[in-house]
């Protein structure tokens, strides 16, 4: 008898995580890091289907979705934060399960073992803290609609500690059935898929890289925060500017492959100035915020790249973050004799005429000086350059030496 009426796995009470609906802000630091999560939340079997990223941030999504959940916060890029939350609590035609918003402390960064440390922003880290008030501060909106919020603390540069912070910080509780051993699994699935993913945004630019060569083209490069490509924050501003047929790259996804990055700082290695090619003690000796240092370190690489004819810096109202660095930035680009633009002030409106009017202006001066800069850029170069054959060598005059500026 006992065995006749025995439960069978089957019929286990407790529901399949297959089923779970897991929203993610779409965020922040998400912006460099929602492969990690897709990865993780995959391996914990969690439906790719089911996993739920809110849409790019908009003035409608704030208004439909965070209309009087406000907190205060000078940063627009968190403040914003408030109409995703409010997007996957009550934007779903499907309700959710959990709502999934880590604290993120530190990042993972190609540059990680080469500066101080790899820390975010604290106004980003604390935003999902920051933001929950306006969803608690009269009652809980996220029990009332049945939702579970989670918002572990992480050091994502920090791979070891990774696994307990996740399952400690409520996972355990979120996920039937949840073991340590499975978010060691998930979290190593996690890394490689953040992996695999930078490597394909970075062959992509090195591509792009080998096409301006041999065209004899030159690029624009963005630095700028993850975030900004978000269309609501970054207000698409290197969209308008591709459009006019100058390909755009990232320094998040830049190329970093070793032939290039030899090429680019052997010499500055060489002569004791830094210690490896993501080393940027020469110009920015407080090398602890991860964003900080990948800007810092683009600006670096735009200067030495002769097809890079032009660097766009994107940055928000009043960030404390960035604006430290809009000198040394500018000077290190600059000073190499690249075009540098900056929009230093975007927040919530687009003021479209003036946006026009500088992309007009951006783009004339890289058709009348880009090919000039090109050429003075290869010729103060070292000899051969592995995004091209040495084909371009032969017009390097013999006495030219590498004459770019140590920046």
Avoid at 2 to 14: E, L, M
Avoid at 87 to 112: C, N
Avoid at 149 to 156: A, I, K
Wanted: glycine share 8%; charged share 25%.
């Amino acid at each position: 008898m006992p065995r006749w009426f025995a439960r069978t796995p089957s019929v286990d009470p407790r529901p399949s995580r297959a089923k779970l609906r897991v929203g993610i802000p779409r965020v922040l630091n998400a912006w460099s890091t929602h492969q990690f999560w897709c990865g993780l939340f995959g391996e914990l079997g969690i439906e790719r289907l089911n996993l739920v990223f809110s849409g790019d941030t908009s003035e409608e999504q704030g208004r439909q979705y965070g209309k009087g959940r406000g907190t205060v916060d000078c940063c627009y890029p968190v403040k914003c934060v408030t109409g995703h939350y409010g997007e996957l609590v009550f934007g779903q035609r499907q309700k959710l399960d959990m709502v999934f918003s880590p604290m993120i402390y530190t990042l993972p960064s190609f540059m990680s073992g080469h500066v101080a440390r790899t820390l975010t922003c604290p106004r980003v880290m604390a935003a999902p803290e920051n933001i929950k008030a306006g969803f608690l501060k009269e009652r809980d909106v996220f029990a009332e609609n049945g939702i579970k919020y989670v918002t572990p603390f992480v050091s994502l540069d920090e791979p070891l500690l990774v696994p307990k912070q996740l399952f400690e910080g409520g996972l355990r509780e979120a996920l039937p059935g949840l073991t340590m051993e499975e978010m060691q699994r998930a979290v190593d699935e996690g890394y490689k898929a953040l992996r695999e993913f930078n490597e394909r945004a970075r062959k992509k630019s090195r591509e792009v890289l080998e096409w301006c060569a041999r065209e004899n083209r030159g690029c624009l490069l963005v630095l700028a925060r993850p975030y900004h490509m978000d269309p609501g924050i970054g207000h698409e501003i290197e969209v308008d500017l591709q459009a006019y047929g100058y390909p755009i790259l990232w320094a998040q996804y830049f190329p970093i492959d070793d032939d290039l990055m030899q090429w680019a700082f052997g010499p500055d290695i060489a002569a004791g100035h830094i210690k490896s090619p993501f080393d940027i003690k020469d110009v920015w000796p407080s090398s602890y915020s991860s964003n900080t240092n990948e800007i810092l370190w683009g600006a670096k690489a735009a200067a030495r790249i002769p097809w890079i004819a032009c660097v766009i810096r994107l940055a928000s109202y009043e960030c404390g973050m960035d604006q430290p660095t809009y000198t040394p930035v500018q000077q290190i680009v600059e000073r190499s004799g690249t075009l540098f633009f900056s929009f230093q002030e975007l927040d919530s409106t687009k003021p479209a005429g003036s946006v026009k009017i500088r992309v007009e202006t951006i783009t004339h001066y890289l058709e009348k000086y880009a090919t000039d800069i090109i050429r003075k850029k290869k010729a103060a170069s070292p000899p051969g350059c592995p995004l091209l054959p040495s084909a371009w060598e032969t017009e390097r005059p013999p006495l030219v030496r590498q004459l770019a500026p140590r920046a």
